[in-house]
Nanobody, 119 residues
Framework: VQFVESGGGLVQPGGSLRLSCAAS????????LSWYRQAPGEERDLVAS????????TYIDSVKGRFTISRNNVKNTVYLQMNSLKPEDTAVYYC?????????????WGQGTQVTVSS
């Protein structure tokens, strides 16, 4: 099992980024996927989830209306479109299989992608 996150960077408040996570080693199209983030000194927290076929999504309250999770079951990739970014969104972002807090591969975290929101 492998997750490879990309797309992070430095962006000004109000800006946008699109994160990607390429997954391998399991039957991607049969699992929900989730994005998590970990700020310095904090625990890793759930941000958004999408079910196996993309029909259902969930978000934490602080990102609703700003972030959109999506997936491509042909490319085995899950995305996180982040708009109207705020400094409090600064964190390392990770993905894993599972829906709404259920981490299916807890020992297989990728390297993450750093998102820094600062002027």
């Amino acid at each position: 099992v492998q997750f490879v996150e990309s797309g992070g960077g430095l962006v000004q408040p109000g800006g946008s980024l699109r994160l990607s996570c390429a997954a391998s080693g399991f039957t991607f199209s049969t699992y929900g996927l989730s994005w998590y983030r970990q700020a310095p000194g904090e625990e890793r927290d759930l941000v958004a989830s999408i079910n196996f076929d993309g029909a259902r999504t969930t978000y934490i309250d602080s990102v609703k209306g700003r972030f959109t999770i999506s997936r491509n079951n042909v490319k085995n990739t899950v995305y996180l479109q982040m708009n109207s970014l705020k400094p409090e969104d600064t964190a390392v972002y990770y993905c894993n299989a599972g829906y709404s807090g259920s981490v299916l591969f807890p020992t297989y975290w990728g390297q993450g992608t750093q998102v820094t929101v600062s002027s």
